[in-house]
């Protein structure tokens, strides 16, 4: 099976700054591509930012500039800095790993980690 935990999210004030961490471990033979979600209540999950086995990135066009999205392929980890946080970045963020297993390929979702960003 496919684990994935994810860690750094919290409280913030506007403008400032987290970073979230998404680490994949089980039976994996390689990790294909890998993204951020984020989902707020009563709203449609949305794809903040994805980067694929070559290093190509894509963002959402409300998180350009401002987020940054990178891996550690060494230790199946892949990480989002967060700067210039405002009150619309506050949503429970999803990390979404496509992985290439025992079982073939297939997508997992990490357990969510929160992001409130208030003054």
């Known amino acids: 099976q496919v684990q994935l935990v994810e860690s750094g999210g919290g409280l913030v004030q506007p403008g400032g700054s987290l970073r979230l961490s998404c680490a994949a471990s089980g039976s994996i033979f390689s990790i294909n591509t890998m993204g951020w979600y984020r989902q707020d209540p009563g709203k449609e999950r949305e794809l903040v930012a994805f980067i694929t086995s070559g290093g190509s990135t894509n963002y959402a066009d409300s998180v350009k500039g401002r987020f940054t999205i990178s891996r550690d392929n060494t230790k199946r980890t892949v990480y989002l800095q967060m700067n210039s946080l405002k009150p619309e970045d506050t949503a429970v963020y999803y990390c979404?790993?496509?992985?290439?297993?025992?079982?073939?390929?297939?997508?997992?979702w990490g357990q969510g980690t929160q992001v409130t960003v208030s003054s």
């Open positions: 979404k790993v496509n992985v290439w297993g025992p079982l073939g390929t297939g997508d997992h």
